[in-house]
C-alpha cells in the first residue's frame, strides 16, 4: 500500500513539473513573438524594456562631454528592439531600407560630434551620411549639416551622401547640393559632381554649369567638367573654354586643360602653353608641365630647361627641373646643376638640391656642399642641410658638426643646429651647446638669444 502511495505522489510531481515546464516555454514564446512583432513594424516603444531605454535615453539638447571614442556611443545608441544598422541604414532581416526616426537620427548625430578622435568622428559621420542617402534622408541632411561647425567634419559628412548618389542621379545630388549654405562645402562638391556628370552626360552638365550665377562656383563647375573632358577630347574642350565669356574663369579652365594634358604628354603641355598671351596662364601651364615632365623624365626635362633662351622662363624651368629631380636622385640631380655656367639660377638651383636632398640624407648633403668655396651660396646651402637635419635628428646633425675639419665653416654650422635646436628642444639644445667645442662668447650669446 505504501509503495502505491509513494509511486502516486511521484507521478503527480513529475506533470506538474511537465506542465510548469511547458507553461513557461509558452509565456517566453510569446514573449519573443510580440518582441519579433516590434522588431518588424518598426515599434521602438512597444515593450517595456524600451520604454525604459526610450526614458532614461539623455536630451539630445543636452550634450555630455566629449568622448574619447565611439565604442560607448555606439552601445547607448541602439536599443533591444532596433532593427536598424547605423553603419548600413539597412534592416537587418531584411536588408531593405526603412523610415527611420528624425528624433534617434538626431540624438545619433550629437553622440558622432562628441567623439574626440577626429579620424573616428569624421568615418562616423561617413556612415552616418551613408545611412541617410541610402534611406531617401537628403532633407534630414541638410538638416544636419547646419549643426555640424567643422569644416573637414561637414564635408565628410557631405561627401559620403555625394559618392552614393552622383555616379547614377547627378542631376538629383547637384539639386540637393544647390541647397547647401556653406559655399566652400559647395564649391568643393561642385567640382566632383561637374566631373562625374560630364562623364556620364556631358551635354547635360555643361547645361547645368550654364545657369549657375556664382562665379565662385560657376568656375568650379566647369573645372569640372574640363577635367573630365579633356581627358577624352583636348581640343574639343578648347574650344568649349574659348567660348566662356567671363575670362577670369576661362584662363582658369585653359590651366586645368594644361594640367590634365600635362598628366600624360608633359612636353605638349609645355608647348600648348607658349600660345598663351595670359603670363599667369601660361606660368601655371608651364609649372605644373615642367613638374610633370622631371617626374616621368628628368634628363630629357633638363635638356629641354638648358635650350630656352628667355631668362625668366630658363630659370623657372632649371629650379623645377632640379628640386624635383633631387627629390628621386639627387646625386644626378646635382652632377647636372653643377655642370651648367655660373650663374644666379644655378646658385639657386643648388640651395634648392639641398632643401631637397637634405629631406631624405641631410649628412650627404652637407658632405656635398663642403666641395664649394666659401661664400653666400655654401653658407645657404649647410643652412638648408642642417635645418632639415636638427628637425629629423639634432643630435646627429650636432655631432657631425663637431668633426668638421675647416674651424669656420665648423663654427657657422654649430651656430646654426644650435639656433634650431633651441627652438625645438630647450633643454637639450642649451645641454649641448655648454658642452660643445663653441667659443664662451658664441655659447653665450646662443643661449641668451
Excluded at 125 to 150: K, P, V
Excluded at 252 to 275: H, L, Q, R, Y
Aim: net charge neutral; with cysteine.
Amino acid at each position: 500500500m505504501k509503495k502505491k502511495i509513494i509511486i502516486i505522489c511521484i507521478a503527480i510531481a513529475v506533470m506538474m513539473a511537465i506542465k510548469l515546464l511547458f507553461s513557461g516555454s509558452s509565456e517566453k514564446k510569446d514573449d519573443s513573438n510580440d518582441i519579433a512583432k516590434n522588431v518588424a513594424s518598426g515599434d521602438t516603444n512597444g515593450n517595456k524594456s524600451n520604454k525604459k531605454i526610450q526614458k532614461n535615453r539623455p536630451s539630445s539638447s543636452k550634450i555630455p562631454k566629449r568622448a574619447k571614442n565611439s565604442s560607448a556611443i555606439l552601445s547607448t545608441t541602439t536599443t533591444a528592439s532596433s532593427s536598424i544598422s547605423l553603419s548600413t541604414g539597412t534592416l537587418n532581416d531584411t536588408n531593405k531600407p526603412r523610415v527611420i526616426n528624425k528624433e534617434d537620427l538626431e540624438y545619433r548625430l550629437s553622440q558622432i560630434l562628441l567623439i574626440e578622435d577626429d579620424k573616428e568622428r569624421r568615418q562616423s559621420l561617413r556612415d552616418f551620411g551613408q545611412l541617410l542617402a541610402e534611406n531617401d534622408h537628403y532633407d534630414y541632411a541638410l538638416e544636419f549639416l547646419d549643426t555640424i561647425s567643422d569644416y573637414h567634419d561637414q564635408y565628410s559628412f557631405v561627401s559620403t551622401i555625394i559618392n552614393k548618389t552622383v555616379k547614377e542621379d547627378p542631376e538629383k545630388i547637384a539639386k540637393w547640393t544647390e541647397q547647401i549654405e556653406n559655399e566652400r562645402i559647395k564649391s568643393s562638391t561642385f567640382s566632383w559632381i561637374s566631373r562625374e556628370w560630364a562623364n556620364k552626360d556631358l551635354d547635360a552638365a555643361i547645361s547645368w554649369s550654364n545657369n549657375i550665377e556664382n562665379d565662385k562656383l560657376k568656375l568650379a563647375a566647369v573645372e569640372g567638367i574640363a577635367t573630365t573632358w579633356a581627358q577624352k577630347d583636348i581640343q574639343a574642350t578648347y574650344e568649349w573654354a574659348a567660348k566662356l565669356e567671363n575670362p577670369d574663369i576661362q584662363n582658369k579652365v585653359f590651366v586645368k586643360i594644361g594640367i590634365t594634358m600635362a598628366k600624360t604628354d608633359p612636353m605638349s603641355a609645355v608647348e600648348w602653353a607658349e600660345n598663351f598671351s595670359d603670363q599667369a596662364t601660361k606660368n601655371q601651364i608651364l609649372n605644373y608641365a615642367t613638374y610633370t615632365w622631371a617626374q616621368k623624365n628628368p634628363s630629357e626635362a633638363a635638356q629641354w630647361a638648358e635650350q630656352l633662351t628667355r631668362d625668366g622662363d630658363k630659370s623657372k624651368a632649371v629650379l623645377k627641373v632640379s628640386s624635383t629631380w633631387a627629390k628621386k636622385d639627387p646625386h644626378a640631380a646635382a652632377e647636372w646643376v653643377l655642370s651648367l655656367p655660373n650663374t644666379v639660377t644655378k646658385d639657386n638651383a643648388i640651395i634648392g638640391i639641398a632643401r631637397s636632398w637634405a629631406q631624405k640624407d641631410p649628412e650627404s648633403v652637407l658632405e656635398w656642399t663642403m666641395q664649394f668655396p666659401d661664400g653666400n651660396i655654401k653658407k645657404q646651402a649647410i643652412s638648408q642641410s642642417a635645418t632639415q637635419w636638427v628637425y629629423k635628428d639634432p643630435f646627429a646633425a650636432a655631432r657631425y658638426a663637431e668633426k668638421i675639419k675647416d674651424s669656420k665653416i665648423r663654427e657657422e654650422t654649430m651656430i646654426l643646429i644650435g639656433q634650431k635646436w633651441l627652438r625645438k628642444d630647450l633643454g637639450n639644445a642649451t645641454d649641448w651647446i655648454r658642452n660643445s667645442s663653441l667659443p664662451q662668447s658664441a655659447k653665450d650669446t646662443l643661449i641668451q638669444n
